[in-house]
């Protein structure tokens, strides 16, 4: 089992950046797929990206590709998601996700952790 906490999320204006952080507990955490969704108020969850166990395939949802970039750092237990060129759209509450195996949109892992909010103002 692994316990997921996100950090770094906030209030920013469009066309801004910021870095959104999952630490993950326990020694397992190169064994599990690592991903980011986010759900917007009134919205269903959506899939944002995912990695692959040791960070060597990455893939994205179409709305991000080219401004977002999902990267993992096993020696710190720690994921990250870069997030450039922020629209109004892009605000919502980012999920970290963790699974035994492959994370796609409608397969999320069996791990969540509680969120952190994104706001992006015009």
């Known amino acids: 089992q692994v316990q997921l906490v996100e950090s770094g999320g906030g209030l920013v204006q469009a066309g801004g950046s910021l870095r959104l952080s999952c630490a993950g507990s326990?020694?397992?955490?190169?064994?599990?797929?690592m991903g980011w969704f986010r759900q917007a108020p009134g919205k269903e969850r959506e899939f944002v990206a995912g990695?692959?166990?040791?960070?060597?395939?990455?893939y994205y949802a179409d709305s991000v590709k080219g401004r977002f970039t999902i990267s993992r750092d096993n020696a710190k237990n720690t994921m990250y998601l870069q997030m450039n060129s922020l629209k109004p759209e892009d605000t919502a509450v980012y999920y970290c996700?963790?699974?035994?195996?492959?994370?796609?949109?409608?397969?999320?892992?069996?791990?969540w952790g509680q969120g952190t909010q994104v706001t992006v103002s015009r």
């Open positions: 996700n963790a699974g035994r195996n492959t994370i796609t949109v409608r397969t999320p892992g069996n791990y």
């Open positions: 326990g020694r397992t955490f190169s064994s599990y797929f």
């Open positions: 990695i692959s166990w040791g960070g060597g395939r990455t």
